[in-house]
């Protein structure tokens, strides 16, 4: 019913910078949360950050507020992930997510999934 792309992961040292993007299609509405999960090897997936397209608001996970930013791209659906200042402990591959019903702060039972993208945070 709606479909995640996500982009922009690769590799970049402590304290660098990297973008990641995402773009929805399909059936889907801009007052749906929108968010982004991530990885790291050998854990359980956690979230990072959420955003309502409808009204740009935005929700973080501690452990990010302050270097991430995630916004609103150009597309009708799309949005992206700004991390700063990244950390290795940042390493994961990163999911962009969707859920399908009106709440927020987000709920956790997010609804569909993007086939993820690696970030590696090395020297």
């Known amino acids: 019913q709606v479909q995640l792309a996500e982009s922009g992961g690769g590799l970049v040292p402590p304290g660098g910078s990297l973008r990641l993007s995402c773009a929805a299609s399909?059936?889907?509405?801009?007052?749906?949360?929108m968010a982004w999960f991530r990885q790291p090897p050998g854990k359980e997936r956690e979230f990072v950050a959420a955003?309502?397209?409808?009204?740009?608001?935005?929700y973080y996970a501690n452990s990010v507020k302050g270097r991430f930013t995630i916004a609103r791209d150009n597309g009708e659906f799309s949005m992206y992930l700004q991390m700063n200042n990244v950390e290795p402990e940042d390493t994961a591959v990163y999911y962009c997510a969707v859920l399908g019903k009106l709440a927020w702060p987000p709920t956790r039972d997010f609804d569909y999934w993007g086939q993820g993208t690696q970030v590696t945070i090395s020297s």
């Open positions: 399909g059936r889907m509405y801009r007052s749906w949360p």
């Open positions: 955003i309502r397209l409808a009204d740009t608001r935005t």
